[in-house]
């Protein structure tokens, strides 16, 4: 084919292909930290495969759940803060597959920006792996997109993808009766949902990110970067010891909207908001937005990033386990008869 006049290529409209096959090089390191029993095969081909046999499993049913990390994102950007981020991303999905009973085993990125800067793509596709070694789950691919005109050349988006398996019959929720015990995770911030809230406080207030934190050490950026906590591991050990009846994951709806999703029609929860301490970051969240209690609790996961409904008998033990898992557990309150969440006390 004989060259147009113009003499016009892929590179020159934007797209650097060269680029992306060094991204490959560059993140082969970390995903290959990754592996776990079931792996095939390693990055490169048109698909990932994963032997559901070598992973244990006999009779296995696929969960599989996908998300993204929402406007944190224009933080990350704006700040250069990259390499939690993708931790970010990992966890929004993988607590929610243990949320359903079944172990993360794999996962997949989508990497989209204008303008491919490989080392931070790499310091974001590392954070990726961090998450998936974290959680026990294999970054077994991915897709990098360089779409100059959809996106300014600093500006990216990321989505996850997950997969995981239990042996049939054992999903979550199951057998939620009233009278069962809540028990709260605590979270490490404002993990992954909210932040068109916290950006429009923050806007109102007039800081800037790399002012020092008003709650916190270090910069308001690094502060309010604090990547959404891992809840796998600890969460499968209270699962296999018994007495686990369903979980929630706390993201966007708080605790309000979440809880009701793993309860029976005819079941609602009593929740004493004096069980914990609200972190500062939502103390000072809500005195600098003027935010109403009932909307940080349907905004925020408020101090309490994963929720446990057990059985009583069972609820002291799996305290017990839980904090030596490292986990700093309250005890919220109870599964009550009649639909809904019904609050006492405030967060202080």
């Given at each position: 084919?004989?060259?147009?006049?113009?003499?016009?290529?892929?590179?020159?409209?934007?797209?650097?292909?060269?680029?992306?096959?060094?991204?490959?090089?560059?993140?082969?390191?970390?995903?290959?930290?990754?592996?776990?029993?079931?792996?095939?095969?390693?990055?490169?081909?048109?698909?990932?495969?994963?032997?559901?046999?070598?992973?244990?499993?006999?009779?296995?049913?696929?969960?599989?759940?996908?998300?993204?990390?929402?406007?944190?994102l224009r933080i990350a950007i704006d700040t250069g803060h990259l390499d939690t981020i993708g931790i970010d991303l990992v966890a929004m999905c993988v607590n929610d597959l243990v949320c359903q009973g079944a172990e993360p085993l794999l996962f997949?990125?989508?990497?989209?920006?204008?303008?491919?800067?490989?080392?931070?793509?790499?310091?974001?596709?590392?954070?990726?792996?961090?998450?998936?070694?974290?959680?026990?789950?294999?970054?077994?691919?991915?897709?990098?997109?360089?779409?100059?005109?959809?996106?300014?050349?600093?500006?990216?988006?990321?989505?996850?993808?997950?997969?995981?398996?239990?042996?049939?019959?054992?999903?979550?929720?199951?057998?939620?009766?009233?009278?069962?015990?809540?028990?709260?995770?605590?979270?490490?911030?404002?993990?992954?949902?909210?932040?068109?809230?916290?950006?429009?406080?923050?806007?109102?207030?007039?800081?800037?990110?790399?002012?020092?934190?008003?709650?916190?050490?270090?910069?308001?950026?690094?502060?309010?970067?604090?990547?959404?906590?891992?809840?796998?591991?600890?969460?499968?050990?209270?699962?296999?010891?018994?007495?686990?009846?369903?979980?929630?994951?706390?993201?966007?709806?708080?605790?309000?909207?979440?809880?009701?999703?793993?309860?029976?029609?005819?079941?609602?929860?009593?929740?004493?908001?004096?069980?914990?301490?609200?972190?500062?970051?939502?103390?000072?969240?809500?005195?600098?937005?003027?935010?109403?209690?009932?909307?940080?609790?349907?905004?925020?996961?408020?101090?309490?990033?994963?929720?446990?409904?057990?059985?009583?008998?069972?609820?002291?033990?799996?305290?017990?386990?839980?904090?030596?898992?490292?986990?700093?557990?309250c005890r919220l309150g109870h599964v009550t008869q009649g639909a809904g969440i019904r609050y006492s006390g405030t967060l202080a």
């Amino acid at each position: 084919m004989a060259e147009g006049k113009n003499g016009l290529s892929y590179a020159a409209a934007g797209v650097d292909i060269d680029a992306g096959n060094a991204l490959v090089d560059a993140i082969k390191p970390a995903a290959k930290a990754t592996t776990r029993p079931g792996v095939m095969a390693g990055l490169g081909g048109f698909g990932a495969l994963f032997d559901l046999k070598a992973a244990g499993y006999t009779d296995p049913i696929l969960v599989a759940a996908t998300d993204g990390v929402g406007t944190k994102l224009r933080i990350a950007i704006d700040t250069g803060h990259l390499d939690t981020i993708g931790i970010d991303l990992v966890a929004m999905c993988v607590n929610d597959l243990v949320c359903q009973g079944a172990e993360p085993l794999l996962f997949l990125d989508y990497f989209a920006t204008g303008k491919l800067d490989v080392p931070a793509a790499t310091r974001i596709i590392n954070g990726i792996a961090e998450g998936c070694r974290l959680s026990g789950c294999a970054l077994i691919g991915g897709e990098t997109a360089e779409m100059p005109g959809m996106y300014a050349a600093e500006d990216f988006d990321l989505a996850g993808f997950a997969v995981g398996a239990m042996e049939r019959g054992t999903a979550l929720p199951a057998n939620v009766a009233a009278g069962d015990v809540l028990l709260g995770l605590e979270s490490d911030g404002v993990h992954s949902n909210g932040y068109s809230l916290v950006r429009k406080v923050v806007e109102h207030a007039g800081l800037a990110w790399d002012v020092p934190a008003p709650f916190d050490d270090g910069t308001l950026g690094a502060a309010l970067l604090a990547p959404t906590r891992l809840y796998v591991k600890p969460a499968l050990a209270a699962i296999r010891a018994g007495g686990v009846h369903g979980l929630a994951h706390i993201t966007g709806g708080g605790l309000t909207e979440n809880l009701p999703r793993i309860l029976p029609d005819d079941l609602g929860a009593d929740i004493d908001l004096g069980a914990w301490s609200l972190p500062p970051v939502f103390g000072w969240l809500a005195q600098q937005g003027g935010i109403a209690q009932a909307e940080m609790l349907k905004t925020f996961n408020a101090g309490i990033g994963m929720v446990l409904i057990v059985a009583p008998e069972q609820a002291e033990a799996l305290t017990a386990l839980l904090t030596d898992a490292g986990e700093r557990v309250c005890r919220l309150g109870h599964v009550t008869q009649g639909a809904g969440i019904r609050y006492s006390g405030t967060l202080a």
